[in-house]
């Protein structure tokens, strides 16, 4: 079923309750927060019933994609990124933990950070974001820091590679989506498209918050740097990767059940107000904004608007984006402990950028 070409007032009013539940109950209330997955599988739910949307595709599209990513010719997804890689650290992590320690004792903490966020920022774009997002939740765990910072390494690492993501369609879905619409006239977007657009916005943009990731850690003493012990069970591994599973099943019920909002509304906002309006993505998977957005007939200063905005809002909340829901997962970390360094740093990354945007005229 198709969403109507004009607005259907009770689906309006439906789906933006939906939205204010989504955005207020997972930090008012203790129970949610901690069981984000099945809270946004309900949500997800409600919403394509009051869009009236349910159809055999999106039912399989929300069970195949953990497992199978769109356009790759073999099943891999994050399911089985996480499933894999947290068995692998299971059987061998005294040698990958002692490989880390290795090298943060040969550079020191905040050299140490600086790279492995500058590092992972960029290569998120060539082994994509799942496999970044593996890697940073297994690193964070060696840093020799308080619970705190640690969150804070994580947040600014996962704007890191959320932006960098994007330079390459192999990134995230986000990028796919914007290569595959803008791949005809006039664009004739290639491989090296997004790395062209944005490179001069994004890699900039990891630098910076890798410096600021170093000036955070770089009040912390450490004496030593020992190898940290795996407490994780067999059983915790499964269930993590499992819960991850629901969580993306979620977000594509989710995105597909509000997509009428999408349409009916943010489709029509003007390029200043839609650059603002895209925080919404913090809780909204981004791929669905940019299939509803992006479109051809956009001038590329439009096009880099919008991608920049959903990028930067991508990592101001849990569900924004894949390697906030890994990393979250792995170091329990809840929506307000994100929220509280996570959205000041997307308000100052959106104002930066805009003024950047405003003062080359690309939201004239």
């Known amino acids: 079923m198709e969403v109507p070409p004009e607005p259907v007032f009770h689906i309006t009013v439906g789906l933006f309750i939906v939205l204010l539940l989504v955005l207020i109950l997972p930090f008012k209330v203790r129970i949610i927060e901690e069981n984000l997955e099945p809270f946004f599988l309900i949500m997800g739910i409600v919403a394509v019933t009051i869009s009236g949307l349910w159809s055999l595709e999106l039912i399989v599209e929300a069970l195949k994609e953990p497992v199978w990513l769109p356009n790759t010719p073999v099943p891999i997804g994050i399911f089985q990124v996480v499933l894999i890689f947290g068995l692998l650290i ?151 990767a499992i819960r991850v599973y629901i969580f993306v099943s979620a977000l594509i019920l989710l995105g597909r059940g509000l997509s009428p909002l999408a349409i009916w ?24 904004l940019v299939a509803v957005e992006i479109e051809p007939e956009m001038s590329l200063a439009q096009i880099k608007s919008a991608l920049i905005s959903l990028l930067i809002s991508g990592g101001m909340l849990i569900p924004g984006n894949i390697p906030n829901i890994v990393s979250a997962g792995r170091l329990k970390i809840r929506m307000n402990e994100w929220a509280r360094i996570g959205v000041p740093i997307g308000v100052v990354m959106l104002a930066v950028y805009f003024a950047i945007l405003m003062a080359e005229c690309s939201l004239c």
């Open 90 to 240: 299971y059987k061998f992590n005294r040698q990958i933990y002692g490989s880390f320690v290795s090298i943060l004792r040969r550079v020191g903490i905040r050299t140490f950070v600086f790279l492995t966020i500058t590092l992972l920022g960029l290569l998120s774009s060539v082994i994509s974001v799942i496999v970044t997002a593996v890697i940073l939740s297994e690193i964070a765990l060696i840093l020799p820091l308080d619970r705190k910072k640690k969150i804070e390494f994580v947040v600014i690492a996962c704007f890191a590679v959320g932006l960098g993501a994007a330079l390459t369609p192999v990134g995230e879905p986000l990028s796919t989506i914007a290569v595959s619409k803008l791949k005809g006239e006039p664009y004739h977007a290639g491989f090296l498209f997004l790395l062209k657009l944005l490179g001069a916005y994004v890699i900039p943009g990891i630098l910076a918050l890798a410096l600021y990731g170093a000036y955070r850690v770089s009040s912390t003493t450490v004496d030593r740097i020992e190898i940290p012990e795996y407490e994780e069970s067999l059983r915790s591994v499964i269930v993590r």
């Open 265 to 288: 509304y943010f489709s029509k906002v003007p390029p200043i107000g839609l650059y603002w309006l895209n925080t919404i993505s913090a809780i909204l998977d981004n791929a669905t």
